[in-house]
Nanobody, 119 residues
């Protein structure tokens, strides 16, 4: 099993930037893909971006060119962190952002972090 914790959300003005972190611990080498989802009030949860263990990334059209994923593993191999760098933020990016670590046999979700883009 993998424990997933998101952080980095907050309030930012339109055009600003935030970096979200998704820290996974436990059986990190069982993770095949890490996804970032978001859910705005009254809307369905949507997939924002994904990164494989090999570093291949995919982005939703709505965030392409503005959001960037990266992944690091701690020196002691105890933690894998996926960063979602969000630039040129828009009010429509406002949502709770969730990280999902997919592995063989299941997936593990974090508790989410709120991003609010407002002037």
């Amino acid at each position: 099993q993998v424990r997933v914790v998101e952080s980095g959300g907050g309030l930012v003005q339109p055009g600003g930037s935030l970096r979200l972190s998704c820290a996974a611990s436990g059986r990190i080498f069982s993770i095949n893909v890490t996804d970032w989802y978001r859910q705005a009030p009254g809307k369905q949860r949507e997939l924002v971006a994904s990164i494989t263990s090999g570093g291949i990334t995919n982005y939703a059209d709505s965030v392409k060119g503005r959001f960037t994923l990266s992944r690091t593993i701690s020196r002691d191999n105890a933690k894998a962190t996926v960063y979602l760098q969000m630039n040129s933020l828009k009010p429509e990016d406002t949502a709770a952002y969730y990280c999902n670590a997919r592995r063989v046999g299941g997936s593990d979700w974090g508790q989410g972090t709120q991003v609010t883009v407002s002037s």
